[in-house]
């Protein structure tokens, strides 16, 4: 591929970056010198506008979103936009695509969330004929056959709320070649009580959302794990909280298990804002010696 994306990410959601393209230019500027190669905007818009003042505020910073919802972002637009920012900035964009989860869906486009599969592959077919190359999209994958779509139309697969096994189903599934680019939630607290309440703060929605319920099931969690704000050993599981040695041990399992980049996600008690200095701990902790 000719996009590097590097071995390890930051992710966050872009309700967490500033507004303004100016603010938005100098977080992504303090970003890129921390050494982080790429950057995930999670709930990206297809109008592309947070991208575009990330790639124009830096040199060398990949940016991935993560995702673009294929019912909500329309793809004429995507690919317009995809366009501009390509020939502005080759080799520094990929577009993370995904089929969303039915309530959320239809309770925004007033359209039946019906034969999802069927919907992304027209949505794909439709960038092919637009120019967007294959190489520069991936797919927000979990299942098997989603898995096995995002080996074979795109880059890869960009795996959410996943666990080191799943990683290493996937890669089982998709090959040796195709991207793979999981997510992983830490929490930088030592603290258990504390820790896991800053987890549940954010993991608790996503149990509700069957795509991601079933997943968790898939991988050998019960109901029992799924209840409520979730158990104990689910929360430990899908979100490595502790020190910088702990959180670096579970990207590393993910490495080991076959995945190509670990997009991290930094949860904290203040959710709608950028974790900047936890960023700058984490960082600092992968460009030592020791770290993956």
Do not use: C
Not at 1 to 8: C, D, F, S, T, Y
Not at 173 to 192: K, Y
């Amino acid at each position: 591929m000719v996009l590097e994306v590097g071995r390890i990410g930051l992710w966050a959601a872009q309700r967490q970056w500033p507004t303004d393209v100016r603010s938005r230019a100098e977080v992504a500027a303090e970003v890129a010198a921390m050494g982080i190669p790429t950057v995930w905007i999670g709930s990206a818009s297809g109008d592309l506008e947070l991208p575009a003042a990330i790639l124009d505020g830096t040199e060398g910073l990949v940016v991935g979103t993560s995702i673009l919802n294929i019912w909500t972002e329309k793809a004429d637009i995507v690919a317009d936009h995809y366009a501009m920012l390509a020939k502005a900035h080759p080799d520094r964009l990929l577009l993370g695509f995904g089929v969303g989860h039915r309530d959320p869906v239809e309770k925004v486009t007033g359209r039946r969330w019906e034969r999802p599969v069927e919907v992304l592959l027209d949505y794909l077919d439709t960038l092919d004929e637009l120019g967007v190359p294959r190489s520069d999209q991936a797919l927000a994958a979990l299942g098997p056959r989603m898995l096995e779509i995002a080996s074979r139309r795109t880059l890869g697969a960009l795996p959410y709320l996943v666990t080191p096994e799943h990683t290493r189903r996937a890669r089982q599934i998709m090959g040796p070649d195709a991207l793979l680019a999981p997510e992983q939630m830490v929490v930088l607290d030592t603290d258990p009580g504390s820790a896991r309440a800053v987890a549940r703060q954010s993991l608790t929605r996503y149990l509700r959302l069957p795509n991601y319920a079933d997943n968790l099931r898939r991988l050998g969690f019960t109901a029992a794990d799924l209840a409520g704000s979730g158990s104990d050993r689910l929360v430990d599981a899908v979100v490595a909280w502790g020190d910088l040695d702990t959180v670096l041990g579970r990207i590393a399992e993910h490495q080991q298990a076959g995945a190509d980049h670990v997009a991290v996600q930094v949860l904290t008690s203040a959710p709608t804002q950028l974790p900047l200095a936890q960023w700058g701990r984490l960082a600092g902790a992968i460009h030592s010696p020791a770290s993956p």
